[in-house]
């Protein structure tokens, strides 16, 4: 570790704090977010600045009134959308807010002659001039996925706040329109048409000017979001690998996630010395890296600053998921962050190991009982396999996944059979004796990718569903059993969320906390697998390393977990195309001590 002792989590280290947002960006955000609701209201309720002055506005010849109100309703809903990113200190945010606070003003004061809404305006208009140096943020990469959410959220407030619109005239309304005659209305007044509902005097040209306000902000922002250049996806680089690995060769044996930097849906910083590295990706504002730096440790210091870099340059919240103690200890130190544990990661010591014993017995039958049926286990490098049957793996891999898209981040490869990840081991199941399927006799699948020059690190694990239960069992023992062969000292399996909380909870003499804590880990357990993946582990007797979250406080914490679970796959947007139906197979019975996805090795 870099010279002197690591400081206790929470200490601030040399470097700030994190890009922790500012106080006047923060004000401004929120002084922004009350001016856009201003100017909504002052747009579409026609009571809200009632005058004599503009109640003679209203009838004067000219569509002044309309226009100005429109023009107020769309300075402030486009506040809204921008008090956000005000908060974070964004640039482009500022000059949108310089461009629209001017605007909001000019219609409070033209139709509603609200001098107090103008002059909340320009005094708001003011503060960000006198402050346009706190707001330097570069913008966030984004896709043209925006584009669509864009559309359905702005379509659906559109809609509710036009029904408001359509509503807030009540002494004009000519009879009594039901309510699928106001969708209606606002649903035509949205594309500029004339709706079935009907108002006396101007009021009519004062809804459909609002309305159609609506219809043209959804429409623009849209636009302009699947129009503009899209930034690029993080993405790693042919020579960002390849310096990646040469790190690695010399370093893999110090963390047994390394590996999984080589994930090509990553960016990754580079120290200043190029000894060191740290990968990551930016999901929701959150700058997420994952396990510790890549190297040379005493480098470190000079990637973490980087990156740290890199997020204060964008306002992202920095994070780090999985690092092991020495990597928090170092986090904590030069950054001042905080550090959570997350759960333990199953280290099985290959010379220790054995299936003799009491304890072992549960999985001594289960590997046996699985042997008489038939079944025979084959453990290989990658680069040991004919590219017939790697295609088969891959395709079995794929085929037998329990979900829809790919699991993993921190803990998974995201592929299987690379050339350039020759140095990999898969352990497979077969069934000779059985009718050959879709795969031949091939039932499961293991992939671990290498730890240094003397371990490796569980990466997926596949199965068919309607092979019997306990393959798992029997391919990690093989793989166990065959490790002396390759040269391979420690295995890493799975990740298991909170196993000190499961653990300490089922204790005799732990407290009603302690208790209601691990009751909500196994009723959560339905969805996530938490309790099935320790259990799972704690058979094979595994030594554990405990696995931290790194972040800049406790606020930031449930974004922080929103991101990761965006990261790992467990939250995601729908397809926009129907993905090609794969061939289903009858559901194998249930077995709870068997993973069904382990693709990211973290429930």
Not at 128 to 137: E, K, M, P, S, V
Not at 336 to 346: K, V
Not at 503 to 520: S, T
Request: glycine letters at 10%; proline letters at 7%; one cysteine or more.
């Amino acid at each position: 570790m870099p010279g002197g002792a690591p400081r206790q989590p929470g200490r601030r280290g040399r470097f700030p704090r994190g890009p922790r947002p500012e106080a006047v960006p923060l004000l401004v955000g929120r002084a922004c977010t009350l001016v856009g609701l201003l100017d909504i209201a002052a747009g579409v309720f026609p009571r809200f600045r009632h005058s004599r002055v503009h109640t003679l506005a209203e009838v004067l010849p000219g569509a002044l009134g309309p226009f100005a109100a429109a023009l107020s309703l769309s300075a402030g809903m486009l506040l809204l959308l921008l008090a956000h990113a005000l908060k974070r200190g964004k640039r482009r945010a500022w000059r949108a807010a310089v461009a629209l606070l001017p605007l909001g003003a000019l219609a409070q004061f033209a139709y509603r002659h609200s001098l107090l809404g103008a002059v909340i305006s320009l005094a708001l208009l003011a503060v960000l001039l006198r402050h346009r140096d706190r707001f330097a943020a570069l913008p966030d990469p984004r896709s043209r996925w925006k584009a669509l959410a864009n559309f359905v959220l702005m379509g659906a407030g559109s809609l509710a706040l036009g029904l408001v619109v359509v509503s807030a005239h009540p002494s004009t309304l000519v009879g009594n329109p039901s309510m699928a005659e106001r969708i209606a209305h606002v649903l035509y007044g949205l594309f500029g048409l004339d709706g079935p509902v009907q108002y006396q005097g101007s009021t009519s040209r004062t809804v459909a000017c609002l309305l159609g306000a609506l219809g043209l902000l959804t429409a623009v922002t849209t636009l302009y979001l699947a129009l503009r250049p899209e930034h690029p996806a993080a993405r790693l680089t042919e020579e960002d690998e390849a310096r990646l690995r040469a790190l690695l060769e010399k370093h893999g044996g110090r963390d047994s996630l390394g590996h999984f930097a080589l994930r090509r849906d990553k960016a990754v910083v580079f120290s200043p010395s190029g000894k060191a590295a740290v990968t990551y990706r930016v999901v929701s504002g959150v700058m997420l890296a994952s396990g510790d730096p890549i190297g040379d440790v005493e480098a470190w210091p000079g990637a973490i600053e980087r990156f740290m870099d890199v997020a204060r340059a964008h306002s992202w919240t920095p994070a780090v998921m999985g690092c092991s103690e020495t990597g928090g200890e170092v986090w904590i130190r030069e950054t001042g962050l905080d550090a959570l544990e997350l759960g333990d990661e199953a280290v099985v010591d290959v010379a220790d190991f054995s299936l003799a014993g009491r304890a072992m017995r549960n999985v001594r039958q289960m590997v046996r009982r699985i042997e008489r049926a038939g079944y025979t286990t084959r453990v290989r490098r990658v680069r040991d396999l004919g590219e017939a049957e790697l295609d088969r793996v891959r395709r079995a891999a794929e085929d037998w996944r329990g979900t829809d898209t790919e699991r993993g981040f921190s803990m998974a490869l995201g592929r299987v059979g690379d050339p350039a990840d020759g140095g990999c081991l898969i352990a497979t199941a077969h069934l000779p004796d059985a009718a050959p399927g879709p795969y031949g006799d091939l039932r499961a699948v293991l992939h671990f990718v290498p730890w240094g020059p003397d371990g490796v690190s569980l990466d997926l694990m596949r199965r068919d569903r309607t092979a019997d239960p306990g393959l798992n069992e029997l391919l990690i023992v093989a793989a166990l059993q065959a490790a002396p062969k390759f040269g391979i000292a420690r295995v890493s399996l799975n990740f298991a969320v909170f196993r000190s909380a499961l653990a300490r909870g089922e204790r005799i003499g732990a407290g009603p906390v302690l208790r209601a804590w691990r009751g909500l880990l196994v009723f959560l357990s339905r969805w996530f697998q938490i309790e099935s993946l320790y259990r799972f582990n704690a058979k094979f007797r595994p030594r554990w390393e405990p696995r931290f979250v790194v972040y800049r406080g406790s606020g930031d914490l449930p974004r922080i977990s929103l991101a990761a679970l965006q990261a790992e796959g467990f939250l995601s947007l729908p397809r926009p195309v129907p993905r090609p139906l794969r061939r289903r197979t009858t559901p194998a019975r249930p077995c709870a001590h068997t993973a069904t996805d382990t693709t990211a090795r973290a429930a």
